[in-house]
């Protein structure tokens, strides 16, 4: 492993800063200008997404056709999904990943930095074109987010440009990932041994592996659905000896996995978190390890659980019922092993911790609900219904958002050396907690009753229960505008209270990270530390 | 290799952005060509020459830094790290294809069939519809076909392919032992049966679409069929390129016993493209 870092500069010697003014933000291959692109593009694309959110509680507010036309409300759910998990999810952690796994191993930077810018301007463009349909003729894709054939191919001239705008993202998620593996890999810390890392390195690791399986496959996909209908295939065609319920397998075989690139982050987030708060090391680091490496396993093995009412044949049923079933194993590992780790601990709930306790509880609610509908035959009651928009939206806002939450509140302080507003964080966590929950409880209520999903209009014994969620989701949305003003008013100076290095109280004894200045400099780990703290395991 | 112990960590980059560029520029000239629209083309090209530049001016840039020494091991175990990774995710990608193939020819085709949970389809949609590989489906979308056997020449380019792999080897040997006349002639014979390969594979097209009926639109068996041959052409085109640039390299004197990574990135990527036509070779020609 290397000492310092080379300073090869043909043109300026002696140029350690960034460069001056915006050209910096994009040419630039420091991994932390690149996680700071990544965070702020997922912050935009969130409130992007969620105005579109909004929309759809809007229309369904009260039955009866309001605001929108059924095809626009159609586009709207589509868009909405694609651009919170391609846009804001997916790029936080990446954002996440950027500023600090380099300086929880000890790195001097990411191992392949202009890759990493490349990784980020694809995604933009990714993110791009596939906002572009949106003012085509024939609206953005209306076809749902899987972009089943053959109703995804009645799209109008967006399709193609929704089509390469998966390839872009994939490209740009290939590239992030194999970057993040080879920096893991390859630019630790001596002393960093693979069983020191911090979880949320850990999770990220095996996240990138996922990453790296299931893009191509999604690209595969869309390019067949691309063939399908400029070219003359006949991939999801019977007539032509093809299948759709084919095209539903493969984009499963990417979609079930991809939802956990969305919440293992999530965990090692949470992981990191919880134990500095409550001041104990996490309970059963290695379970933790090795929890984490059994759900990305099984959820190679479990895809047609999204597709138990197409008509498999019953053995497909039993089999990917009970494969299912298992993952609530590894899962039931993590749970219990943070309320663990707060047992007994010598607690304290700052914002971080707040959205921390939050996910472990909200999210145990959203297994379970998974856990209901792995069991083939109840599924064909909630298939397609609002029980399953609740269920996972339970495992991606309070879990995944508000971990994305937490971890803002937890590093901000590091990345700009000002404190936060703790009451108005606390206000921001407490409406968002108990709005969330207003939001996507009663839809269970509603799925369970028989709602379908994805109409704009309803029968009317569904009102109440909608109008509730509606305001649920009003408050909620409103609420995130709080995060914004934080956000802006750390940067800003925050309190005035300027924060120290270890930010939170034995915080250096947990994560490297905290050993260095707040803010850190431009190039942190020039050399590698000689000693890695061992409080987190 | 470098005596040099740092870690090479560049501080501005614009080719990445040069890059994205040209890639969005193409493809969206692409779906406004598939959309019908005239200039669709033209940004597709405009797109395309912006990508070629950048990978050319990437790629220099990185041998200029290789050559003059400021990657050290370390950075090499990087570079091959994110090699291998990348040829796991073209791994990934030629699955889905793979799968397709199987798919449809053990479970969805004999569905139609009437076998297992197709019984109602069969009696319903296509009472007449014989489920035999190879088909175009009950519709007998694309007319008749004749499908391609696997002992002409298909035969013929695995044996090129697999002698490629050989004379690739054989090159890198000549540059382990600092013989330089091998690893050029190896090189050269290399690209030279890597470009061999996909003639034949043009030729075979031609003779797909003029003489046996068989075009990407004959139903399923034509959809798979040059869907994985023509995804494993197209990589097979991009290999050869790769190995043209490292004899290129070669021949200017570039690349130590001890530090040769775009030789080793080369070589790998060719060995895959091959391992890939075996796959192809006895699922799509010979089964």
């Known amino acids: 492993m290397s000492a310092v870092v080379a300073e090869h500069e043909h043109d300026e010697h002696h140029d350690h800063g960034p460069q001056k003014g915006l050209l910096r933000w994009v040419i630039t291959t420091n991994h932390k200008d690149i996680g700071t692109l990544y965070l702020v593009f997922s912050l935009a694309m969130f409130f992007i997404g969620g105005a579109m959110a909004m929309i759809i509680r809007a229309e369904l507010f009260e039955p009866g056709m309001q605001f929108v036309d059924p095809q626009f409300f159609n586009s709207m759910t589509t868009m909405h999904a694609l651009v919170m998990v391609f846009g804001a999810v997916m790029p936080a952690f990446v954002g996440l990943a950027n500023w600090m796994i380099p300086m929880m191993i000890g790195a001097p930077d990411m191992a392949l930095p202009r890759m990493n810018n490349m990784s980020f301007w694809m995604l933009v463009a990714g993110v791009l074109l596939l906002a572009s349909t949106l003012f085509m003729e024939g609206g953005a894709p209306a076809s749902g987010w899987t972009l089943y054939p053959p109703l995804v191919l009645q799209t109008g001239a967006a399709l193609p440009f929704a089509i390469f705008s998966v390839h872009l993202l994939g490209i740009s998620s290939i590239m992030g990932a194999i970057n993040i593996i080879a920096t893991i890999f390859n630019m630790r810390a001596p002393a960093m041994t693979l069983m020191k890392m911090p979880l949320f390195v850990w999770t990220w690791l095996i996240t990138a592996f996922l990453l790296i399986a299931i893009m191509p496959v999604f690209a595969g996909a869309v390019t067949m659905l691309l063939t399908d209908r400029f070219f003359d295939t006949s991939f999801f065609d019977a007539a032509g000896g093809g299948d759709p319920v084919l095209y539903q397998h493969i984009f499963w075989f990417f979609g079930h996995p991809e939802v956990y690139v969305m919440i293992l982050p999530t965990f090692g987030v949470a992981s990191t978190i919880i134990p500095v708060f409550a001041r104990k090391p996490l309970f059963g680091y290695s379970s933790m390890v090795y929890a984490t490496a059994s759900i990305a396993f099984l959820s190679f093995i479990v895809w047609a659980h999204h597709m138990f009412t197409v008509g498999m044949p019953v053995a497909g049923e039993l089999y990917f019922m009970y494969a299912t079933m298992l993952i609530a194993i590894p899962t039931g590992v993590k749970v219990f092993n943070w309320t663990a780790t707060m047992w007994k601990g010598s607690m304290t709930f700052e914002t971080p911790m707040l959205f921390s306790i939050a996910f472990v509880v909200l999210f145990t609610i959203g297994g379970f609900t998974g856990l209901m509908m792995s069991i083939a035959p109840s599924d064909f009651q909630y298939h397609d219904t609002y029980f399953i928009v609740a269920h996972f939206h339970y495992t991606l806002v309070p879990a995944s958002v508000f971990i994305l939450m937490a971890a803002g509140y937890y590093w901000l302080p590091k990345w700009t050396g000002n404190m936060y507003n703790e009451r108005i964080g606390k206000l921001h966590f407490w409406l968002s907690a108990v709005s969330v929950n207003i939001l996507f409880f009663p839809q269970h209520f509603l799925g369970l009753a028989g709602m379908p999903r994805r109409i704009p209009d309803y029968a009317v014994q569904f009102a109440d229960w909608n109008m509730i969620s509606s305001i649920g989701g009003f408050i909620f949305g409103i609420s995130q505008l709080l995060f914004l003003y934080i956000v802006i008013d750390t940067i800003k100076g925050g309190t005035g209270e300027k924060a120290t290095d270890e930010v939170w109280e034995d915080a250096h004894k947990h994560g490297l990270e905290w050993t260095l200045p707040s803010p850190p400099p431009y190039h942190t780990f020039t050399t590698p530390p000689a000693t890695v703290p061992t409080e987190h395991i | ?287």
């Open chain 2, 1 to 287: 290799m470098s005596t040099n112990n740092a870690y090479y960590v560049p501080h501005k980059a614009t080719w990445p952005v040069v890059g994205t560029a040209g890639l969005v520029i193409m493809l969206a000239g692409f779906a406004n060509h598939l959309n019908g629209s005239p200039m669709g083309s033209a940004w597709m090209i405009l797109g395309l020459v912006v990508f070629i530049i950048m990978l050319t001016g990437w790629f220099t840039l990185q041998a200029g830094e290789s050559e003059s020494g400021m990657y050290n091991t370390q950075v090499g175990i990087s570079y091959r790290m994110g090699m291998m990774w990348f040829i796991f995710s073209e791994i990934m990608f030629f699955g889905v294809f793979f799968g397709t193939l199987w798919y449809t020819r053990n479970l969805s085709v004999p569905w139609l069939g009437g076998e297992g949970i197709g019984q109602a389809t069969k009696e319903l949609l296509w009472p007449s519809f014989d489920a035999v590989w190879p088909t175009n489906g009950p519709a007998n979308v694309g007319g008749e076909f004749e499908p391609m056997g696997a002992w002409g020449l298909p035969f013929l380019n695995t044996l090129i392919l697999l002698t490629s792999g050989v004379t690739c080897t054989w090159a890198h040997h000549g540059l382990l032992a600092k013989k330089r006349d091998q690893l050029i002639k190896g090189l050269v014979a290399t690209v030279a049966l890597g470009f061999l390969f996909v003639a034949c594979q043009a030729y075979e097209y031609h003779e797909a679409y003029s003489e046996m009926g068989l075009t990407l639109g004959s139903g399923i068996y034509g959809s798979t069929f040059f869907m994985l041959t023509g995804f494993h052409g197209f990589h097979v085109c991009v290999g050869a390129i790769i190995l043209s640039v490292v004899l290129f390299r070669s021949w200017r004197g570039h690349f130590k016993p001890e530090n040769h990574f775009a030789f080793e990135a080369a070589a790998w990527y060719w060995h895959f493209v091959d391992v890939v036509w075996l796959g192809l070779f006895v699922f799509v020609y010979l089964m």
